[in-house]
């Protein structure tokens, strides 16, 4: 965890709970939710809704994983590690334990379903605050980012996933079924969990080599064709190949190779580095045909046989 994580994660947990206290107290942040409550935005601009409706899916947590999942699959497949799926299963697995433990406690109504004008709707039966949507847009598009192979694609896969969580925040304002302060919580519960996944590696790392010694104990057939190097600092489960002699350094004579004082025929005490060193190999004979088949002009061979095998005709020696 760099200092610079550390001072994003202090910041963004002190605007956690300033959004907290400031509902909790009934402040001038649930005046605010109640005037945008009462403007009902689905109904100044009907002709968007449609098409909120299915930008909101953005944020729905069974779409949005199985998205990200098949994509983080193949990136596992081709870079030969599990890293990207274990981080996606912890980043969802602290989304639900920390957004879903405050949804409960709090228990706050929704737009749709508040009781007094101009309360906080907070300790009844509701599961509003903090916003899921808002939440699990950030971290399930924020992973893509975190996980990027490039300081230029985690710059523009930052700035994807930050307009995507925006638009789907405001979404759920739109259509009426989360405050403005459910949003803003929403947004600070994401990037909580982004910015504590360095304190994640190294469990994710024991995690990944107790999984691959599991599949090497009781799936053998597939060490082979799906190698998964190890972390760093972990134990290495696949041997290394050995090392490949210097030419200054003598190569050891095989076994059996003092009978007759020259080595076996299937031992090569020759290194060839390239293709282009080898000495060429000549074929023993030519491959073209015998110089007796030779044709002449008018069918016959060169020995005085026909094409069928027979003689050829004699010619007069003169006249016509």
Same mark, same amino acid.
């Given at each position: 965890m760099s200092p610079h994580r550390i001072v994003l994660f202090g910041s963004?947990?002190? @605007?956690?709970?300033?959004?907290?206290?400031?509902?909790? %107290?009934?402040?001038?942040?649930?005046?605010?939710?109640?005037? *945008?409550?009462? @403007?009902?935005?689905y109904q100044q601009w009907p002709e968007l809704h449609a098409y909120i409706d299915y930008y909101v899916v953005l944020g729905q947590r069974g779409p949005t994983a199985v998205m990200v999942?098949?994509?983080l699959g193949w990136?596992?497949?081709?870079?030969?590690?599990?890293?990207?799926?274990?981080? *996606?299963?912890?980043?969802?697995?602290?989304? %639900?334990?920390?957004?879903?433990?405050?949804?409960?406690?709090?228990?706050?109504?929704g737009p749709?379903?508040? %009781?007094?004008?101009?309360? %906080?709707?907070?300790?009844?039966?509701?599961?509003?605050f903090p916003s899921g949507h808002t939440a699990n847009a950030v971290v399930t598009w924020g992973i893509l980012a975190y996980l990027a192979s490039s300081g230029r694609a985690r710059r523009y896969l930052s700035a994807?996933?930050?307009?995507?969580?925006?638009?789907?925040?405001?979404?759920?304002?739109?259509?009426?079924?989360h405050w403005l302060s459910d949003v803003l919580l929403g947004w600070a519960a994401g990037l909580l969990i982004l910015l504590?996944?360095?304190?994640?590696?190294?469990?994710?790392?024991?995690?990944?080599?107790?999984?691959?010694?599991?599949?090497?104990?009781y799936l053998p057939g597939l060490r082979g064709r799906l190698p998964v190097p190890a972390p760093a600092g972990a134990p290495t489960l696949f041997p290394q190949p050995a090392p490949v002699p210097d030419d200054d350094v003598?190569?050891?004579?095989?076994?059996?190779?003092?009978h007759g004082g020259r080595a076996p025929t299937h031992f090569s005490t020759q290194r060839y580095t390239v293709r282009s060193e080898r000495a060429p190999v000549t074929p023993t004979g030519s491959r073209r045909p015998a110089p007796?088949?030779?044709?002449?002009?008018?069918?016959?061979?060169?020995?005085?046989?026909?094409?069928?095998?027979?003689?050829?005709?004699?010619?007069?020696?003169?006249?016509?």
């Open positions: 963004t947990l002190v @605007f956690y709970l300033l959004i907290v206290v400031a509902v909790i %107290n009934t402040s001038w942040l649930v005046r605010l939710d109640w005037q *945008l409550m009462f @403007f009902r935005p999942a098949a994509w990136r596992s497949w081709r870079q030969h590690t599990l890293r990207p799926l274990l981080m *996606l299963g912890t980043s969802l697995l602290l989304l %639900n334990v920390s957004v879903g433990a405050a949804k409960l406690s709090m228990g706050r109504e749709h379903y508040a %009781n007094v004008i101009g309360s %906080n709707e907070m300790w009844l039966t509701g599961d509003i994807l996933s930050a307009v995507v969580s925006l638009g789907v925040g405001l979404s759920t304002v739109y259509l009426g079924t504590a996944l360095p304190w994640f590696e190294p469990l994710i790392a024991r995690a990944e080599v107790c999984i691959l010694a599991r599949r090497d104990r003598p190569v050891r004579e095989p076994v059996g190779a003092g007796h088949a030779t044709h002449t002009s008018h069918g016959a061979h060169a020995d005085g046989t026909g094409r069928t095998g027979r003689p050829a005709p004699a010619r007069p020696v003169a006249g016509g």
